[in-house]
């Protein structure tokens, strides 16, 4: 920086999740803390279960569950699929491919059989091979899907899916951890039969809860299932607890005092608005990204985040630690997985949640200013010239 | 109460959990959020590891589990027993009943055989009973226990159970979640496998965080099973990541944060400080109880928690109410199990974590005028006599 900071250096958080949580959330957090069985927590609780019907735009169930999103998203794995049954699990990444992992591990205590999609990283699934194979397997009980790739910044066409897993009587379950409140999701209209998400991304608060979605399908799927092999991750549990607004264990007060705000604040501003920001954040982005001859992980971007590869020899480290270092800028590298090594390779940044077109401006600023540095042939101003216009309207 | 408050009534939690959070505490959750894959983050979860070692009495690992402290104890039940093996399973409390169900879930896909070992709810069990259960089972990989019941506040002997489960090849598992912090427990001194706790009771954090102590034997259990059926349960990949100083999945970050500063307050103060303090407010609280003609629900109280029994004609749901709306005072009343219905028949007073002799002689006084008030023959200003000396001295 050439101005020096009148303070420590400010911290801009624009990795994809956690991400940065408003100070009146925190606040809301810090309050003494309440008893769980309390009228007091109670009319919080259930004003947070219909402010996530709201944002899941869903007349059903939204369970709240202590952990993380994966803890949400294995208990729907596992309570969802009817043992001894077929999965087709869909994977362009890496959690796409965390949720095959996890299937594995009920391969013989639920007997589980993996019908496995990998698409490459930074591609979409093509609804038509899903739709192919549930023709071709009548007895898959249950499709994985990630709605948007955190790993590989991309977004499948979600719609298109649960339009043809709904004609079957396979459920869809979608891994919108990085889309709901971020990105276009319509629980019911679209036919989702259940949909998680997690606090830390575009919710706007600390990681340490998972919601899950259900629609009629999926409820009516948990009385049919005998469950078996699981307790806490049991969404039976947590369906009947939420069905009296409680919950099966002592829940996480704090936090959900804390999302209970974060919903209120999104919905002031309004789900939509919210979802057209991050649009526009991710549109600047890509822009940027572009100006600057960088090109996309993605073929098919997600608008919660956008990632790119490197130029020839800058390298990662060095260069997440100037852009933090030198201007407070936090961002993500990249991950290995299967179906792609990008550890060193790629680097990206997040458009969700509490972030706005000023904190993309300095983040795409400091970017473009240490990859400069690290000897990329950019001129000077091409970044921030080429959003400004998109982010200053 | 006869003095108006000055502002809204001063609310005091005095329930075995949530209990109340020190306002360092709450501010420190209240940071900026960080991301978890930082040196900031790092340091911050080195020196809780250790400090929980410390707490734990431990030298082995500790590992930071998200969710409630039930989360913890499953993934230790399903993660250290020998597939297609015996489990003791002390109970003489919900909490004890509760590690029963789950095992029961897990009765087909780890073959799990419980021998149940059910004590009258208030009691202890007797270890040279279960030092001859098992000599005649020597294919018990397991004995589950509550350390400190607190649905009956009552303690049983850890330390002689140790002693006698680790002459034989099985583990000790014992749930610490309202001892740990509160009362003596030597891990490696005494030899527990494997320990397990909450943030919300003695630690002085809100709910969200559980913690699980392995001692050498059981690391070496968990390298020997094969893991199956189970993902986020699986303490193998929490105790990888451990060792490299990080966690399987992103976690509250918030909450570690805030139980770092937790443990520092505790250890300033000392442990065995904290573990006498505690001993204190049960001794006053127990004498209190008796001055007052009540009668303690458990033959061997806990420190954590006292119990008593309503006297004849006393409503809970108006007492206990009452006792919130007149004086700010939160207190819990009886549970339900199979073992004993205590609903509505008694009422319980935590003396764990961020609460002092202060807050302790409020609830003893807000006790007795409503005891007094539902027509219960107690001269006034019995319960704070009886208790004046102990806690001034």
Known sequence: MTISPNTELKQRLLTPGPTAVPDAVLQEMAQPIIHHRTKQFQAIYAELSQRLQRVFRTAGPVLSIAGSGTTAYEASQISLIKPGSKAITIASGKFGERWQDVYDQYATTLGVEQIRVNVPWGEAVDPAQIQTLLSENPDVSIVTVVHSETSTATVCDVKALATVVSQTDALLLVDGITSVGAMEVEMDAWGID???TGSQKALML???????GLGERAVQRLS????????????????????????????PVSLIRGQRVALEMIENVGLDATIARTRQLADAGRAAFKAMGLTLISKSPSDSVTGAYYPEGVDDSKFRGAVRDNFGVHIAGGQDGRGAKWKGKIFRISHMGYVDAEDTMVCLGAIEAELIAAGVAIEP??????????LNE
Request: aromatic letters at 12%; proline letters at 12%; zero cysteines.
């Open 194 to 196: 259940a949909l998680v």
């Open 206 to 212: 600390p990681p340490g809860l998972g919601y899950v």
């Open 224 to 251: 049919e299932v005998k469950p078996q092999g699981y307790y806490n991750l049991d969404l039976r549990r947590w369906l009947a607890s939420w069905k009296k607004n409680d919950v099966p264990f002592t829940p």
């Open 381 to 390: 101003g091409t970044a921030q010239s080429a959003v400004a216009p998109m």
